[in-house]
């Protein structure tokens, strides 16, 4: 069982490639912007240097705390971009099969529709959050190590500035959590995208997205009420993770006040066990696994097409 | 000889067509059956409904186990090649290899390279860059690398040359067939498959017309050329279906002595295709 879904995974990455591609193109022009913004911002090289004079003079965690940011706003394009490459994967994933017809060659082999619908699920849901994870890891260590270079070509202790300073393992550790809190808590999403994907003869984007936008339309003109349009948008922009933090405050004054007081920790912010306790979490999952049963029963019971 | 197929009173219908109409039949092990009908007979259907790819009413059993119900089983020890069950274009020749090893438990690898070593596919090609033909020998060679017991072809040379097709079947024979192993096939090319078959089995209209081993075919028909008034005598004796060739008439009959009738001109056992032409189209008389 866990011999074929590790097969059926490798399988999903050979035939989209995109899953890998796509995140290190982001890693690339994150990279490629902060080479030309240095070489660019160097002109200005008076100013740049009473900067790095500044930042070697404020505390340690005000440092972390201005390293974490900049992280935490890469890592938020990459989970941008995961979004994208999720939706387009999750409905491409049981309508490809199909429309090149290897569909009967795959159900040829002693493997269970549950099996490969799973496989597909667990791909969008976890193999994808760590494919992210792993190349924003890696983008962040590019981003410091070109920017320890470059302060250190302007005769500043990169050390001191960046390295002792900033909490990458902690930043990593948030990042991981959130990238699957994230998967796991918008799931019903990607269950959805399977079973359009296995049912639907043409354009998945398309049969996917309009019920999503045109039902709660239809919900708020007809029935006064906008119980779909809080289970769909509302509920998706408020993930129950983070803890009682002013997280606007973080970008205003106030967050060297968080920072100083006790270090920077964003995994300090996030609360998973309330978050597991969260009944918007488990009604998600149900709502997923109901979705996905359909699309496994739809790409059992189609043997007519 | 152990039942490899067993039907019964199978049907299929797909709304208000019947494409498989109570059928039944068996099918022993070491048998090469020959499923004939024309296009929209029901043979694609019954084959699915083989396969465990489409549910039916009526009993069916493949090696003793529900097609529908036990899939994943029965696909352990049945192979399928069909002209719709195609290999996706974006996967690598060593990447399918690999992938049908680490899911099949009775594929070997170590068979498949050394079939695929005889052909001119390459392990790191693309199946897009491969020819019909090339793709259709791969898929081939992977199914022979897997010990299977029952092998389902439903027109597995279709758009296929002459000597492509005529490979595919010799390979067929040298490598997968062992006299144990089962094959059931459909084509519409019946005269190149004719010297394989064992047996033979006619569906039309989603109903059986023939169910015969090829051995007996020559007991029970016979074709007989005439002309002139031996064409009225023979006629006498209840042929169920006449052609006319060359200006003589040909004439199929069905559970007669050849010796009675070759008093009216030439006797001969029909090819199977002559013999499917003859009892679709008395059927339909």
Known sequence: ?305 | MKTIVHAQNVSKTFGATTAVDNVSFDIESGRIMGLIGPNGAGKTTLLKAVLGLTDCQGSLSVLGLDPFKQRKELMQHICFIADVAVLPSWIKVAQLLDFVESIHPRFSREKADQLLATTKILATSKVRELSKGMVTQLHLSIITAVDAKLLVLDEPTLGLDIIFRKDFYSNLLNDYFDGERTIIITTHQVEEIENLLTDVMFINDGRIVLNSNVDSLRDHFVELTASGENIEKARALGPFNEREVFGKSVLTFEGIEREKLSAFGGVRTPDIADLFVAKVKGASK
């Open chain 1, 1 to 305: 069982m866990i011999g074929n879904q590790l097969a059926l995974i490798r399988r999903e990455l050979w035939e989209h490639r995109s899953l890998y591609v796509v995140p290190c193109v982001v890693a690339i022009v994150i990279v490629l912007v902060e080479i030309t913004g240095q070489t660019a911002v160097s002109a200005f090289g008076k100013h740049i240097d009473m900067a790095l004079l500044g930042a070697t003079n404020i505390g340690v965690n005000e440092r972390a705390a201005v390293i974490s940011a900049l992280m935490a706003v890469m890592s938020s394009l990459f989970v941008i971009e995961m979004w994208i490459l999720t939706i387009f994967y999750s409905l491409d994933s049981l309508y490809a099969e199909r429309k090149d017809k290897s569909i009967l060659f795959w159900r040829s082999l002693p493997i269970t529709d549950a099996e490969t619908v799973i496989s597909k699920l667990l791909t969008a849901l976890v193999v994808i959050p760590l494919i992210t994870l792993a190349v924003i890891a890696v983008t962040h260590l590019l981003v410091l190590l070109i920017t320890s270079i470059w302060v250190g070509m302007r005769g500043a202790n990169a050390w001191h500035l960046i390295w002792d300073a900033v909490p990458l393992v902690d930043n990593w550790a948030a990042t991981f959590i959130l990238l699957l809190a994230l998967a796991i808590w918008l799931s019903p999403f990607v269950g959805w995208f399977l079973l359009v994907s296995s049912y639907t003869r043409r354009s998945p984007l398309l049969m996917a997205m309009l019920p999503i936008i045109l039902l709660p339309m239809l919900e708020r003109s007809i029935l006064k009420s906008t119980l779909l349009f809080d289970a769909l948008f509302v509920r998706s922009g408020k993930i129950p993770i983070y803890k009682d933090v002013d997280l606007e405050g973080l970008f205003d004054e106030k967050m060297f006040q968080i920072a100083s007081a006790d270090g920077i920790s964003i995994v300090s912010m996030l609360d998973v066990g309330g978050f597991l306790a969260s009944p918007g979490l488990w009604a998600g999952i149900i709502v997923c696994g109901l979705f996905t049963t359909a699309a496994i029963y739809v790409r059992r019971f189609r043997g007519e097409s």
